[in-house]
């Protein structure tokens, strides 16, 4: 099995999570996404050589799409996808090597993914790339609470 790494707030109520799930704190507190991403990455250093990165806000990811994004990564640093003239980088594909760069924006008070992924050269494929996957976007719908999460569902082409 691939290493499948949770990175989370310390205050942060999680759900109960399978065992092989790997559970990390951010470094650094109150840094948003990329605090985040820099734990995830410093847990999968050298065990892998790129991370398929998701916030918690996509419940309607689809498998399909991120294989899709996976193979899209090539020999690219990142990929990060593009619907509506809006980009995604917090479901992304990233290359564990972005590392000291994640390190560096940090630690100059960067807290936003969109900055990560504009740095590091993030390749972005537009929804045109991902439709035959996810026609309907799903996979990058936003949802935050309950009531959101409904109306996705109801409304999703899942």
Known sequence: MRPVVTASRREQPLPALPPEVEVVYDA????????????????????CEA????S?????LKPAFT?????LVGGHPAV????????YPLVAVYRIDRRPLLTELLARGERRAHAFAERCGAHVVSSADLADVDLAMDSLRNVNDRESYERALRDSSA
Not at 28 to 47: H, K, T, Y
Not at 67 to 71: D, H, S
């Open 28 to 47: 650094v507190e109150n840094a948003g996404p990329l605090a985040g991403m820099a734990a995830g990455f410093e847990a999968l250093a050298g065990r």
């Open 51 to 54: 991370a398929l990165v998701v």
């Open 56 to 60: 918690c806000d996509h419940p309607l």
């Open 67 to 71: 294989a899709r994004l996976i193979e």
């Open 80 to 87: 990060v996808p593009s619907h509506e003239a809006r980009s």
